[in-house]
């Protein structure tokens, strides 16, 4: 089953960076679309950003815009997320999913997992004094 790894989650003071990655498990990324959601505790998951292969398009929502960073390396076949100015509301357990679309048109933030059907287990980030 294809099921996307994360890694780069960790305890973080407010006004912090952390950078994440999304890397394919026994699968590459190529012609996958990469979307990061966060659900927070007692919160419904909810869409952080995502971006188009190989590249052209990224989406944030608007509580991470001019914080966060969205890219991706497809030589080495790993999706980034890079958080700074982190703020105690951005604690949560952070996922990658991804969906394959070959017509690299643009990306989604709506949690459906019908349109992203390969979900990580997520990553803990927890910003804290």
């Known amino acids: 089953q294809l099921q996307p790894v994360e890694s780069g989650g960790g305890l973080v003071q407010p006004g912090g960076s952390l950078r994440l990655s999304c890397e394919g498990s026994?699968?590459?990324?190529?012609?996958?679309?990469i979307a990061w959601f966060r659900q927070a505790p007692g919160k419904e998951r909810e869409g952080v950003s995502c971006?188009?292969?190989?590249?052209?398009?990224?989406k944030y929502a608007n509580s991470v815009k001019g914080r966060f960073t969205v890219s991706r390396d497809n030589t080495k076949d790993t999706g980034y997320l890079q958080m700074n100015s982190l703020k105690p509301e951005d604690t949560a357990v952070y996922y990658c999913a991804v969906t394959r679309n070959p017509s690299s048109g643009p990306c989604s933030l709506s949690v459906d997992y019908g349109r992203y059907p390969y979900w990580g287990q997520g990553t803990q980030v927890t910003v804290s004094s």
């Open positions: 971006i188009s292969y190989p590249g052209m398009h990224t």
């Open positions: 026994g699968f590459t990324l190529d012609y996958y679309t």
